[in-house]
């Protein structure tokens, strides 16, 4: 029931756009996504909620389609800070007792 | 004030030694779960907290992983007989609410412990 991320790596200039993908096979009360640096530990982005939201802050957002069982993170104009591994979390409906399982991760590099 | 904080921040282990890793959860955060995660791979769940209740312990590799949150505050996670294969960092998160059937608290992380089982 681990969620499936794409791509699994991506390489941006600064200023370009990138979109992160999170799937799932199971249908999902919440998805969460989180950016790992090297060394440090996850730091929470956003949550979004059954109900096919979508939220944003900063040029950070991301969508929830909860037919799809999808969530899609994008990030505008990238810039260097934005570099790091992001992870969805996911929280199934079936059996949910809350906890999040995450996926593989998105390794994401921006260059100057 | 204080984030989530795990020790030790790096333990080395020889095979078949015993280890204890502790995880001091934000104070007042009700859920709590620890995560094994292998270098370049995402969080494996563990286990989950809400409070002193271990509410789904699926994620435990085997009867050699025990983890307690006896008074609902801190938590330990203990390995029996360690073997190489349980060299990882693992990770503890809390979170203030309840979750479940829609989980909307942010996970708070801790900075992890590394374990290098030799």
């Known amino acids: 029931q681990q969620p499936v991320q794409s791509p699994q790596a991506v390489i941006l200039r600064e200023g370009e756009d990138a979109v992160i993908n999170c799937s799932s096979s199971k249908a999902l009360y919440s998805v969460h996504w989180y950016r790992q640096k090297h060394g440090e530990a996850p730091v929470f982005l956003m949550i979004l909620l059954k109900g096919g939201e979508q939220k944003g802050h900063d040029k950070i957002s991301a969508s929830f389609n909860e037919k799809k069982q999808q969530s899609s993170l994008y990030l505008t104009a990238s810039q260097l800070s934005y570099s790091g591994t992001y992870f969805c979390g996911t929280e199934v409906v079936e059996g949910s007792q809350g906890n999040l399982i995450f996926g593989k991760g998105t390794k994401l590099s921006v260059k100057p | 004030g204080a984030g989530v904080s795990q020790s030790p921040r790096y333990k080395v282990a020889k095979r078949g030694q015993d280890v204890a890793l502790r995880c001091d959860p934000i104070?007042?955060?009700?859920?709590l779960f620890w995560y094994q995660q292998a270098l370049g791979q995402g969080p494996e769940f563990l286990t989950y907290?809400?409070?002193?209740?271990?509410?789904?312990k699926s994620g435990l590799p085997s009867d050699r992983f025990f983890a307690e949150r006896p008074e609902g505050s801190v938590s330990t996670l203990k390995i029996q007989r360690t073997q190489q294969e349980d060299s990882a960092v693992y990770l503890c998160a809390s979170s203030l609410g309840t979750t479940g059937h829609g989980n909307n608290s942010p996970l708070h992380f801790g900075n992890g412990t590394r374990l290098t089982v030799t």
């Open positions: 907290f809400q409070n002193e209740a271990q509410l789904d």
């Open positions: 104070s007042g955060h009700v859920s």
